[in-house]
């Protein structure tokens, strides 16, 4: 059994996700090489070598990869695929681009957001909006998966000096056979905030359309700041363009696996519990007591969220 | 400009599922069942490129069972020219491997210059076949995308993705799967549909298409996520604050 990882990153750093798909990747078994590519990528290289249990980095720095495009990383998992039994990486949104198209090239049905590992070849997976939970087996010759990293512990890191040359020892240079593509990167809109990483935030506040307008959602902000969290948001309030879209938690949007979970605001559709289904604790700020979110949160306040959130944000003890 | 729009019939997504007792599935009979929503922005982003005299045909593909002609007779009804239905049998699952190597072979007769497809559909949630048919094709992918834009002979696509969104340029053909904030799409009224009725849809069984459409994943069993309980009402922002301290205290 041998398992590869493709490790997902933004060309500078490797995303929070990969220590939990290690994690998920130890529970199938096996030796585990994670692929890096992209370009000027050798400290995310390095980074990834240092994950606890990674046998070995595959890395693959050249400028035609500075963009994650599927047409050219799917060629390139494919020629890789013969050495490996499970192909797998995160289910965030570079993995979910990629993946279904390699596994398509292998002729195989791939499995997509895996959320729970029963054995190398049996995964759970949510379907209806996470309402239904698939227990499926796969007898394909090879297994190819996207993990939601949520719901994985992640590994820690390789102590100093293990290793030779702090992980440098373990990364192989791998070459390519000539590739073209004719799709090109014209520009990218990045969310610009300070606040934790969403999917792997121990904190989350958001708010819904009750928030009412972008400006009133700077007291969402402000609440998530004092408990140093990440901030999220309904469909209804990026659709109305309260919040960026990466903000967005559901069905659709992120899916968050918090310790603390605030909504506010928020009703509870169907298509927004999905993505917080495994939030431990939920607090939820509404004014109507039938509300599904209130029905399904530890504890709720009922109430005008214009008068409890400053009040709630004077009253709490700064981080 | 030729486009082919692929949509699903799914369980209507304000049906709240049962899943049944034996763990072999959920229940599908006698429940609502519409267009898969991310589908109908995919169908409505096609629409528009016709109304701009940018696209002289619009087709409408399912893959399905009869009962799919009624999505097919929407899709008409928001404006696509014609419709196929690749009928299957009546519960008969199909992977969407199974379902991008049929699709494949339509783009290969209908030589359509754009393929549009949902990002995912709201039952199995896979997220899976537009990339699939892309690969298969050989041709670009535009996935969850949130805006599209034709230029001569490319097409740009903002796509929706974990820090934000990303425009690319791609070349044409090339395959687009909807987000849906990419547009509002249109209600279909009645007389629409009446005038509907009058489009052709072609019918074809799936399985007179060589393709294997056997599955191959194993389902195992459907069950039910756990349940929570609601919890305590609170009674001021006090008590509120000291919840949050103490839940945030916790490791
Ligand atoms: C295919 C599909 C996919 C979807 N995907 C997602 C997704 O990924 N994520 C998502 O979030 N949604 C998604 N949706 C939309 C979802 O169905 C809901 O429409 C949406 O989540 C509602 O957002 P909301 O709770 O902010 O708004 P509402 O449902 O309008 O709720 C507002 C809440 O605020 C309360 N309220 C009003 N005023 C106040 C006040 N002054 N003080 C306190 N409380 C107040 C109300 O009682 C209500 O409970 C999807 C829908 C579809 C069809």
Known sequence: ?319 | MKILVALKRVVDHNVRIRVKEDGSGVETENVRHSMNPFCKHAVEAAVQIKEQNKAKEIIAISIGPIEAKDVLLNALAMGCDRAILLKTEKEQKIEPLAVAKLLKIIVQQEKPDLVFLGKQAIDDDANQTGQMLAGLLDWPQGTFSSKIELEENRVNVTREVDFGRAKISMPIPAVITADLRLNVPRKTALPMIIKAKKKPINIMEAKDFNVDLQNRLIVERISEPPKREGGKILNNVQELANIINELEAEK
């Not at chain 1, 070598?49 to 720095?61: C, F, M, P, R, T």
């Not at chain 1, 050249?62 to 890789?80: E, G, H, N, Y």
């Not at chain 1, 297994?143 to 293990?162: D, N």
């Not at chain 1, 700041?225 to 469909?235: D, F, H, V």
Request: charged share 25%; aromatic share 4%.
């Open chain 1, 1 to 319: 059994m041998r398992i590869l990882v493709l490790a997902t990153h933004d060309q500078n750093r490797l995303l929070a996700d990969n220590a939990r798909i290690i994690g998920a990747a130890k529970k199938l078994g096996g030796e585990i090489d994670m692929l890096v590519v992209g370009h000027n990528v050798r400290d995310v290289a390095k980074n990834a070598s240092k994950l606890e249990g990674v046998n070995k980095i595959l890395l693959l720095d050249d400028k035609l990869f500075s963009r994650p495009f599927a047409q050219l990383i799917t060629p390139l998992l494919v020629q890789l695929a013969d050495n490996y039994s499970h192909i797998i990486t995160s289910s965030n949104s570079v993995g979910r681009n990629i993946f279904p198209r390699l596994a398509a090239k292998l002729d195989l049905m791939p499995i997509t957001d895996v959320i729970k590992i029963h054995s190398i070849n049996c995964f759970d997976r949510p379907i209806y909006a996470g309402n239904a939970i698939e227990t499926v087996k796969n007898e394909q010759a090879k297994t190819i998966l996207t993990i939601r990293a949520s719901e994985f512990e992640k590994v820690g890191q390789e102590k100093e000096g293990e290793g030779e040359g702090e992980g440098e020892g373990k990364i192989e240079n791998i070459k390519i056979p000539k590739l073209a593509i004719n799709t090109s990167f014209i520009e990218e809109y990045r969310t610009k905030s300070d606040s934790p990483d969403l999917t792997t935030a121990s904190i989350v506040v958001a708010g819904g359309r009750a928030i009412g307008s972008k400006e009133n959602f700077a007291l969402v902000k402000k609440l998530a700041k004092k408990l140093n969290a990440a901030i999220g948001a309904t469909r209804a309030a990026v659709d109305l363009g309260y919040a960026p879209n990466d903000w967005q938690i559901g069905q659709t949007g992120k899916v968050i696996a918090p310790k603390l979970y605030i909504a506010i605001g928020i009703s509870g559709a169907l298509q927004h519990i999905a993505g917080i289904s495994g939030a431990k604790k939920i607090v939820a700020i509404n004014d109507d007591i039938d509300a599904p979110m209130v029905k399904i949160a530890d504890y709720s306040l009922i109430g005008d969220l214009n008068e409890i959130l400053p009040d709630l944000i004077s009253r709490l003890k700064q981080k």
